[in-house]
C-alpha cells in the first residue's frame, strides 16, 4: 500500500476521531490502519434506536480510487439480518461500495471517504427499513403496511437484544443461557497479532453510552412490551429467504431483566475503581501521581476563575474519585442551586473515561432520572476539559435539539415542547435547584 494511501486513511480516521458526532466511531490497531473497526450507533426515533452497530472495514491497496470492502460483524453470529441492506453473513448493499446497483452519479468517487459510508450505512436505518427493499418502495396496500410494522417490531426487539443487551452482557461477563455470539467475526484479518488479546476498541464507549441511554431502552421495551406478549414469533418477511432471515420471538420481560442487571454491573464497576484506585496509590503508580497533580492543578486554576463558582475534593484522599460541587450562577435557572457530582475514574484513565454521576437530584435533559450525565469532553486524557464539557452541559442556555444528549426522556420532552411544556420544564428544574440549597 502507498504512503499516500495510508496517509489519507490515517488522517480521514483522526478527522472521525476527532468530530462532534456522537453516532460514529472508529478505531484501528497501531500496526495496521488498512484494517478499521467503526461503530454506528443507531438513530433515535428509529427501531435501531441507540443501538451499537459493528462493521469491519477493509482498504486495499487501490483506496481512494477504489472503496473499501465493509462487513457487518453485529449480526448475532451471522443469523440475522437487521436491514433488507445489511444480511446476516455482513454483506452491506450500498451503491457507493459497488456492492449495489444505483442511479448514475451514485456510485464510488475518489472524493468520498470513510465518515461518507458510515453515513449511507446510517441512512439506511430508518424508521421504515422495509422501504429499503427493492420493489417494496410503494408498498401501500393493507398487507404491505402491516408486513412494515411487523418488520419495525422485530428489528426492535433484536436491536435491543443482540447490539445492545448481549453485547454489554459480552463485556460485564454476563452469561445467559444462550449460543454464543459473534460480535466480532472480522479478527481473521489480525492473524499476525497475539490472538490472546481482543480488540474491543468500542467496549468503554458502550458502557458510557448504556449509561446515557438506560431510560430509553426501557421506555422502548415497556411500550413494546403492551403490544407483544412473550412467546408471540416473528412474522415473516416476504423478501427473507434461507440463510437470510431474523427469526426469533417476542421476549420483553426478559430483557428488561437483563437490562437492569446490566445497569447494576455497571455501577458496580464506577463504584468499584475507588478500591483499584487506592491500590494503584499504594503502588505509587504512575497514573495516581498523574490524576493527583491534575486534580492540584484545576483547584489552583478555579481559584481565580471568576465566572465559575465550585469546590472539589478528591474523596478520601482519593484520586481516583473526586466530588465536584457547583453553585448555580446568577441569573440563570441554576442560580442559587448547589449540586454535587460525583467523578469516578478509572485506573486505566484515558483509555477508560470518567463516570460523572449527580448525587444531587436534578431535573435536567443532559442527567438521567438515575443522575447519569450526558457530556463529552474535547480532550479525554485532561481532566481539566472533563470538567469543563460537564459544567458546559449543565449550563447550556439554548441547547441545539440533539436527540443523541437527550437522557432524561420526560424532561426533554417538555423542553422541545410547546411552550406550555417548555415553562413546566423551567418550574421543574426550578424546583430542583431550589431543593439543592435546603
Known sequence: MSNQSILRITRELSEIQRGSDLSIAVACRDIDVRHVR????????????????????????DYPTKAPQVTATTTNGGRTRFNPNIYAGGKVCLSILGT?????????????????????????????PYENEPGFEDANSDYD????????????????????????????????????????????????????????PFKDLCKRRFLWYYPSYLATIDEAAKKHKDGDRFEKMP???????????????????????????LNEEMTGWAKEGMAAVNKEMSIASNLQRQ??????NYKTNESV???????????????????????????????????????KFPDVLPRVKFDTPIFH????P?????????????????????????????????????????????????????????????????????
Open 365 to 368: 435533559h443532559r442527567v438521567s
Open 309 to 347: 463558582t465550585l469546590d472539589l475534593d478528591l474523596v478520601g484522599k482519593n484520586p481516583f474519585v473526586w466530588q465536584l460541587v457547583l453553585f448555580g450562577r446568577p441569573m440563570t435557572n441554576l442560580d442559587g442551586g448547589m449540586f454535587r457530582i460525583m467523578l469516578y475514574i478509572s485506573p
Open 370 to 438: 438515575d443522575g447519569i450525565l450526558c457530556y463529552d469532553a474535547t480532550r479525554k486524557d485532561d481532566m481539566r476539559s472533563h470538567i469543563e464539557a460537564i459544567i458546559a452541559a449543565i449550563e447550556e442556555e439554548s441547547p441545539a435539539y440533539d436527540p443523541r444528549t437527550l437522557v432524561n426522556p420526560e424532561a426533554a420532552k417538555l423542553y422541545w415542547g410547546g411552550p406550555d411544556e417548555k415553562k413546566l420544564y423551567n418550574r421543574r428544574l426550578r424546583r430542583s435547584v431550589q431543593d439543592s440549597a435546603e
Open 145 to 200: 403496511k402491516k408486513n412494515q410494522a411487523s418488520y419495525v417490531d422485530k428489528i426492535r426487539h433484536e436491536s435491543l437484544r443482540v447490539s445492545v443487551v448481549e453485547r454489554l452482557e459480552e463485556y460485564l461477563n454476563i452469561y445467559q443461557e444462550r449460543p454464543s455470539v459473534t460480535v466480532y467475526n472480522a479478527e481473521e484479518d489480525y492473524q499476525s497479532v497475539r490472538e490472546d488479546v481482543p480488540f474491543e
Open 38 to 61: 467503526a461503530l454506528i450507533i443507531g438513530p433515535p426515533d428509529t427501531p435501531y434506536e441507540f443501538g451499537f452497530f459493528e462493521f469491519a472495514v477493509k482498504f486495499t491497496k
Open 100 to 128: 449495489w446497483r444505483g442511479e448514475r452519479g451514485e456510485e464510488w468517487s475518489s472524493a468520498q471517504g470513510l465518515e461518507s459510508i458510515l453515513i449511507s450505512i446510517q441512512s439506511l436505518m430508518s424508521s421504515n
Open 239 to 265: 423478501f427473507e429467504g434461507p440463510g437470510n432471515t431474523m427469526e426469533g420471538s417476542y421476549r420483553y420481560t426478559a430483557l428488561r431483566e437483563r437490562l437492569v442487571k446490566i445497569f447494576e454491573k
Open 295 to 300: 486534580y492540584e492543578q484545576i483547584v489552583e
